[in-house]
């Protein structure tokens, strides 16, 4: 997938960050404070990879989560503007 190697266990893009691959980094970051594990799938993986979509979305799946950590999820994200 051109430009993108996994280095012990980090997924590594060669190529600066564009604004949908910021927003994708503040959101797993805020996934990883509250301690959900997660995993982009789909469309973005397909952008990622170099590949052009009609549309720029990205897809994440979550582990099942108690209802307390996604009541804290949704207000981090109303904090930061999501």
Do not use: C, K, W
Not at 28 to 43: E, K, M, P, Q, T
Not at 53 to 77: F, S
Request: aromatic share 4%; hydrophobic share 45%; charged share 30%.
């Amino acid at each position: 997938m051109g430009g993108i190697e996994l280095r012990d266990g980090t997924l590594v893009v060669d190529r600066n960050p564009n604004d949908l691959d910021e927003l994708a980094i503040t959101f797993s970051a805020i996934l990883d404070d509250l301690a959900i594990n997660h995993v982009f799938i789909s469309g973005y993986v397909a952008i990622l990879a170099g590949r052009s979509r009609a549309t720029e979305d990205i897809d994440i799946l979550l582990e099942q989560r108690e209802e307390q950590t996604i009541e804290q999820l949704a207000t981090r994200l109303q904090t930061e503007d999501f």
